[in-house]
């Protein structure tokens, strides 16, 4: 957990899980979505809470699977 390679992990998971609650969350995938009339504030907000949570559990995660990864899995 203590290494660059680490946070630049879980740093990736945690843009990839913003950017996936955020489509999602301003309901972006939906017929008809537009951009101008979506509640960004409540998507960006989702979106952060999501990201902050990623970072949480690839910290929690990092003594369970490979060692120095946010990852619970070990790849062999």
Known sequence: MFTKSFWKQAFERAVKTFVQV???GAGLGE?????FHLDWRAALGAALA???ASVVTSVVTSRIG????????TVQ
């Open 31 to 35: 017929p008809g979505a537009d951009l």
């Open 50 to 52: 999501a990201a902050v």
């Open 22 to 24: 955020l489509v999602v």
């Open 66 to 73: 490979q060692k120095n990864s946010p990852s619970a899995v």
